[in-house]
């Protein structure tokens, strides 16, 4: 049996190779000056000096922070309720809701984001309803609110099926004993369902707030050109700057900020399903 | 049960739906859209799709796209079930550091995990491209399949293996005939999700690919810039494609109960109408893409042209006669910037043919990357203007043959704009808070920075730092004061639209506005503009020379450039074709901004200087970062 083992010895160094290198990359290139290569190695910590000691930096990382948050928040009202609902239906019903909401996720994020742009142009479909109740004069597009709205658009299906998935293993007559009890539908729902849905909710916002927070597309597409955040930054630093060091600094500035959050994450996870225990 | 909430429910449900299928719907209406526009529906035709046929660039993106997919979904499938079941196995210390690595690409922000490859491939000097790309899906594809086989191995009883080979199975018997069958929807949700991943990718495909590879994100990226309904075409066929996998996915496990009750060959038969599925779609791209027919003695049969040219800069046809009359095929790959181009070739990324501008290809000759042309293979020299020739970058043209050239100029429109206050102000009418919210700027540093320049009465090549300095002050109080765009080329359809009431553009996208609109009118500041001028070189490392020469006459001559010229809107450097579309009855009779002007004296060609370009490259990064906060 033990022979078995062996198999998983290529992909060991593919993953060395593959996934971790990467990582040291980017972390050796963010410590390196500007113009240096690999062999003439020598060490320097001006990009993170400069990121930190400017405040537009500073406050482009604030906003996206911010949008993250906001579309996290977003999110978490708009999914738990449906999520909740799907949960409750019967299982043929419940098959079907989560094909409908599935199906878009398959459906290229691209595409989706800018089937957006027509929606919301000027004189678009959602200018033209909102005219009618006289609301159609501000522009749409190129706007943070398109932007949030691209974003809630793209990664609400991530919350609404985590919380399904937690929602629909719950015991049911853990519902009815919490009823015989004497708990009302309020107290029901604080005390039991909410605690229980916990794990889906913190998976769900994990997987809403990492993407929301480095998406650089989805501001380019619908914030139009001059709509900055933390990722837009990182591209232009590779794509059009040329300054591979500083935007490597950035890259790992987000990525330990986000290591930061998850692991917080789940320590918040891990003690309430302590509690659960006790 | 919780009857009384139910029809709340239901609205919500339907609400919701109505939300993700919205756009969905949206942009398959209007991929039947007889007319251009993306808000209007004027009548049903299939234009669209016959322009996606027709777009090479469309169906092999299409083809990039399911190729990568299937191929990174089936080896990340077999190494990742391989893998697991041998991590399954392995001393529990690996075991604990490898879920820490599987979880980088998970854990991590796409760009970070898409900058990580990207810099793995330029260190270790592997030539960006299709090869790229599949290795970096695989690599993130592999960590979901595990995750999802996993628990499946987990659950089964671990002296299962054993047992099979007490028996007398050898362990590759024992591994087929045993353990796999036991974890197959374990591998089969790993591989859909694989999949997924594969098709949906766009972020990390954007950093690692090279050399014209392009999928279907990176073209709906590249091409969203401009209305374009065949995109909504080619998304409404993916749609298709998709739902019909997924529907067949769904049904087959149903099917299969129906004609045979709880067998364990079930299982196994959830696998098959999937993979026929994928296939299936495999088959409709590869179809599509090899449409094209071929045919034989021509000079450059088979051969690859990899031109590196700026987004809408060629003709409807120039290509595909090229391709036609030389049997070779043409890869064309497109930057919005010269920046952007110069980081790829610096890179080592290489091409036969890039179209730089002026400033640009002086510095690709003083950092030594180009080749010089052979005088005896191009023959096109004459046909051209002699403005565009001998110009300061390369005075001999030993390197390069001009492309467009033009002027850099003020886009209004005339019922908004008041001419006097163009005449008056120059390029100061930006700061003029009388058309605030309602100005367009330009994404170039170099043409925002020469705006700014002229209008404070400076030389747009200045070295001195005090003078950037005072530009860069005139930029921020222009995109904090008065509520700017900053564009690229959504400014065209946009202007076209008259959306806004000005903007920074360059003289050939003016002619095309002004050809659809004929409230806009162009105009160049007295203070002076930048002549700009755009040309073919061959880089050094080019792999194909013969070939890029044969492009350049091709593109020279009077037929390449009329298509060229007259479907753009640039001004061609064919003197012929000048005269043609601006004489009389030509497409750009009588439009300003066609013929470059020659009688101003402040007007300037730049000059490339290393220091002053790292100036204004980190200033322009700051008022666009200055921008984005004041909005």
Redesign the interface.
Known sequence: ????????????V??AL??????A??AL?SVMEPGNS?ISFSFTLEHYVKFFTDQ??L??LW?SLLIAVKTTIICLI?GY??A???A?SREKVQ?I?I??????????????T??????L?????IQRILSLFGLGDGELL?T?GAVLLGMV?NFL?FMILQIQTSLSKMDHSLLEASADLGAGPVQTFGRVTLPLSLPGVINGITLVF??A??S??IPK?LG?????LI?N????Q?????E?NF??AI?MI??VI??LL?MAVRKIEIRNQGGKEE | ??KG?RPF??I??IL??L??????G??II?SFNDGKS???FTGFSLRWYRHMLESQDMMEALYTTFSIAILATFISTV?GT??A???????KV?RNV?DQ??N??M???????A??????FI?FKIEKGYMTML?AHI?FC??YVILSVMPKIRSLD?NL??AAMDLGAT?WQA?TKVIVPQITPGIVSGALIAF?MS??D??ISY?VTGRGVKN??IV??TM?KRVNPS??AI?TL??VI??IV?VLI?LAPILAAKSRKAETVGKRRRLLPAAAAVFAAAAVGICAVNLGGGGSNRPFEGQTLHIYNWGEYTGENIIGDFEEETGASVVMENFD?N??M??KV?NGESYDILVPSDYMIQRLIEEDLLQKLDPEKITCMDLLADAVKGLPYDPENEYSVPYFWGTVGIVYDKNKVDLEDLEKEGFNIFLDEKYKGDVY?Y?SERDSFMMALKALGYSMNTENEQELQEAYDWLVQC?ETMD?????D?IIDNMAQG?KALGLIYSGDASYVMAENPDMGYYMPESGTNLWSDAMVIPKNAKNPELAHAFINYASEYDGAYDNSSYVGYTSANQEVMDALSGEGGDYEGINAYIPRSDNENDEVFVYNEDTKKII??LW??V??????A?
Do not use: H
Request: contains cysteine; proline residues 6%.
């Open positions: 049996m033990k022979r078995f083992s062996q198999l998983a010895w290529p992909y060991l593919w993953a593959m996934l971790v290198l990467p990582m990359l980017i290139y690999i537009d930096f406050l482009i906003r708009l309720p449906v909740y609902f799907i409750r098959n809701l094909l409908c909401i599935t199906i878009p996720m398959w459906i290229n994020m691209l595409v989706r800018y089937a957006w742009i027509g929606l142009s000027e004189g678009g479909l190129y943070e658009y299906p990492l993407p927070v480095s650089f597309f597409l139009g050109g001059q709509y900055f990722g930054m990182i591209e232009n590779f794509i059009t700057v040329g591979w935007g490597s890259s987000m990525a986000m290591m998850m | 049960m919780n909430k429910g239901k919500l449900m919701m739906i939300f993700f299928y919205l756009p969905i949206y942009m209007f993306l808000t209007s190494v391989i893998s079941i041998g991590l399954s196995k392995s001393k690996i490898m690595v599987n980088l690409p854990m991590n922000p796409e760009i970070v995990t900058i990580g490859f990207m810099l793995l260190t290795l690599a592999i960590p671990p293996a054993d362990p591994l997924t098709v949906d766009f972020i950093f279907l994100s709906v990226y969203s995109i909504n998304s993916v749609v998709i739902t997924l769904n910037s920046e952007q110069y980081i610096a700027l994404d995109v700017t765009e900053i564009v690229t959504e959306r490259s980190d990064s700051r666009k970062i200055a921008a984005s906060n909005g």
